[in-house]
């Protein structure tokens, strides 16, 4: 599954390709997100039956897709952080994410998912090929993302380190709250 503007900086052409050369039975590359002219010759060059675009969709209505999902790619080139991927991770999906799409700081390598490097086609069909035979890996990946969600991006979690990297900037670590 893929979430995000089907853009070249998302890596769209490297997740298409991959896909396509795993030939893997049973599978389906799910997209969502909206169409960009500058993609449309790949969207057409890897077009087939296992490949299905079914968004943009509003934020909100996301987390119906994502429970479709067994796995959630998001091989960007640039990338700040993708929101889609703590969203999928909360719907239970092990997250396949290159260097450059923040994804890094979400998981721990091989417990929530791979980070593989950008461009790397042969990275991408590694770690998807790796998610399809091994069931009860992937499905542990699934929850240790849930759970890694759960634990650590609620909003009171973003709040107390926040105010923990404010207070350690202002040189108040160590000192008491009033």
Not at 3 to 22: P, V
Not at 90 to 97: D, E, F
Not at 143 to 164: C, K, L, M, P, Q
Request: aromatic content about 8%; glycine content about 8%; some cysteine.
């Amino acid at each position: 599954m893929f979430c995000g503007a089907l853009s070249i900086r998302k890596g769209l052409a490297y997740l298409l390709r991959a896909f396509s050369e795993l030939a893997l039975p049973n599978s389906e590359l799910l997209l969502i997100g909206s169409r960009q002219a500058e993609t449309e010759p790949l969207l057409a060059r890897y077009a087939a039956d296992n490949i299905r675009h079914v968004g943009p969709f509003r934020e909100f209505d996301l987390h119906a897709y994502y429970r479709l999902g067994s796995v959630f790619c998001m091989p960007s080139i640039e990338e700040g952080l993708a929101m889609v991927q703590v969203q999928a991770m909360a719907s239970g999906l092990p997250l396949i994410c290159t260097t450059n799409s923040g994804g890094a700081d979400l998981i721990t390598e091989g417990e929530q998912g791979f980070v593989v490097p950008i461009r790397d086609v042969e990275a991408l069909k590694e770690k998807i090929l790796f998610c399809h035979d091994n069931p009860e890996a992937r499905a542990a990946m699934a929850d240790a993302a849930r759970a890694r969600v759960e634990s650590n991006f609620a909003w009171s979690d973003y709040g107390a380190r926040a105010i923990t990297h404010y207070r350690h900037g202002l040189g108040l670590q160590g000192v008491e709250a009033s």
